[in-house]
């Protein structure tokens, strides 16, 4: 039930994640429309929460509609009186509910020269719905000569607009079927398309293909298929490590045999192709040859880009003739979980991996959120320890990794320890004997924490329903762990709704040792991630669940003041006293939309002050940075914080104080103007008295 005791922020997330699972109605980037006559096919929640904006309205009886809003907790209802009978019809009303202030708002659109229309009838309402074999055919007509691809370069939702792409094409819409001259040429309204001019010659393995390499999806044996291969680097370069690589391209390699493998490589092929039919065909047909794990990219929408391309159907042609379909990072996983059935899972923007196994799918998302962690040091040498230390070593790492002893089965060294031992408790007595308990304690919380992370945000996906979905060993960490699965996702599902206050948040932001705080943010560098606070963990794990992170990230930029997540990248922040920002990707989490910048091109772009508070005293150098930044303070050159945000800025003041770095240590210039220099040096000595004081 909603209650308005409940915090809105986690009802709506709450509302948007199973929006997004309904297997009924239109669903869209910011919303899920329905037909009135489905609403009893939805979740009870969905019902509820429908019939709580009814309760705001309850003489509102006239809709056809119902549009739950992403980014907001507010409900439209939608009045197209001709629904059944027009294949297209007009929105004659509209009124909006928002349930957070409770009030009622409204739209008429009878005067309107030019009302919004819909399409696709079939996906608002159900399968059993009078007139859906009709409404569906008509829409598999309309594709066929592609008057839906029209979104982009032509606005189709309204009534004006369709009736310009009807007359382009030449076709009127009589009884839902599409009639079309016998006059009319399609070639002219189709551009030509040269599709192999998008493939890209690599010297490399490709990122998508890289980012499986790294983690550790290929088995020994595995095999590997490129659909859609273009030149074939990849298969040139997997070949080059040993692995049994084959490929095809319909322009390239089209005699190439199409053949099942482990590992299927998708990589950009569906943005190419302008047919929406047949990029679905593509992507149902690499899915077919898939045995294990199926990689799917394409590129996404992460600027404007339309200089010198023409808008054609859902994507752009460029200046080569080449067709590329931009797609947002959200919508590129509903595509594929929708046409595949899948859930699939995010590991870098614009790819995807899909897994065969929901088993290893999820196996594979619980090790994402995986911590570090150091086995504990021995204390307390002893003679009986070391004569067995070689034997216990992998009870020791198991733990580690695990956060409690091995079950039966799971260690190959299993009968040699059990032999000696009898039993793996019996094992780490005699490793607690040389060893703090406290240290294999804080080792079962951690990896406590990191199922916690982990099960909480699969209530934004398909989380599992029982235990046995889950390898056995994941399974018998929950056991081990909680005691049940039902108590971890109660437990799990109470973190979640914690982080739904964003003043909790902050809280947890400025009770963390490692990171940089500011009034409206929390820095720090990605290294430390897995040592934040869960809730931290759990809230930046909101913004990659579905987006995943920018890669190369160097910080993560937790903001206190609204609910977003941003990733920074600084290639020389290691080397660099002050580097420069190169890319940045921003997460709004009540909508997951992306907003990602390039600063590589710009003559003064931001760069990074007081680079120790975003790291621990371990990081290599630390202790440099930290002095750095004490003398940069002491000598007031973080006084106007606006003005040094830039390199030229920087630089501008680094000349004003007769100042310069080298090796991260601040020092006077040897060519600077000696009278300056005199006055520097005292402006120095007098403010860093007052900021000792101060400090």
Known sequence: MISSSQPIAIELDRIVSLCQQSPIGKRLPGALYIHRSALSHLDPQLQAYANAARAIAPTLTEFTLIKFHYDRPKISYLFYPDFDSDPHPQLVTSWQIDLANQTLGDRDYTTSDNPPILHRKETFVAPDYPGYETFAELTRQEEAIGLLDKRRGMAIGTLQNWLDCLAEFGVEIHDHQVIQSPEFDRRSVLPRIERHKAAIPRKDVSRPVRLALEAELFAPEATFFDYGCGYGGDVERLHEKGIVS???????????????????????????????????????????????????????????????????????????????????????????????????????????????????????????????????????????????????????????????????????????????????????????????????????????????????????????????????LVQNDIKSLFGSYRTACILADQMLFSIGDLNFVKKCCQHTPVGKQSKRAFSVHRRYLDTLDPRLRLYEGCANRTIGRLENVTTIKFHTDRPKISYHYYPDFDTDPHPVLHTSMQIDLRDLTVSYKDYSTLKDPPILHQKDRLVGSDYPNADKWIE????????????????????????????????????????????????????????????????????
């Open 246 to 472: 084959a490929g095809w391209d319909p322009y390239y390699q089209p005699d190439a045999p199409l053949v099942s493998a482990d590992i299927v490589n998708l990589g950009y092929v569906i943005n190419v192709i302008e047919c929406q039919a047949e990029r679905r065909e593509a992507l149902i047909k690499a899915w077919e040859l898939t045995q294990q794990v199926l990689i799917v990219s394409a590129q996404v929408l992460i600027n404007e880009r339309t200089d010198g391309q023409i808008a054609y159907g859902d994507g752009i042609i460029t200046r080569r003739n080449t067709f590329q379909k931009y797609y947002e990072q959200e919508e590129l996983k509903v595509y594929i979980d929708q046409v595949l059935e899948v859930d699939a899972v995010p590991v870098g923007l614009g790819v995807y991996f899909v897994f065969r196994d929901r088993t290893r799918a999820t196996s594979f998302r619980a090790s994402r959120f995986h911590s570090r962690a150091s086995t504990p040091r021995i204390r307390q040498p002893s003679k009986r320890f070391e004569d067995y230390q070689e034997l216990v070593a992998p009870v020791m790492t198991f733990f580690t990794e695990r956060g409690r002893l091995p079950y039966k089965g799971e260690l190959s060294t299993e009968a040699e320890i059990l032999d000696e031992f009898r039993t793996y408790r019996r094992a780490f007595q005699l490793i607690l004997q040389v060893t703090q308990a406290e240290e294999w304690d804080a080792l079962s919380d951690r990896r406590r924490d990191d199922l916690l992370v982990y099960i909480a945000l699969t209530q934004f996906g398909n989380r599992p329903k029982k235990i046995s979905e889950f390898s056995p």
């Open 628 to 695: 750095l930044t004490q003398t940069e303070a002491s000598w007031g050159l973080y006084q106007n914080e606006q003005a040094i945000r830039t390199r030229q800025g920087w630089l501008q003041c680094l000349a004003e104080h007769c100042a310069t770095i080298e090796n991260h240590q601040l020092i006077y210039r040897q060519d600077a103007d000696p009278e300056a220099l005199k006055l520097a040096k005292a402006a120095h000595q007098t403010f860093a008295q007052e900021f000792n004081r101060v400090d």
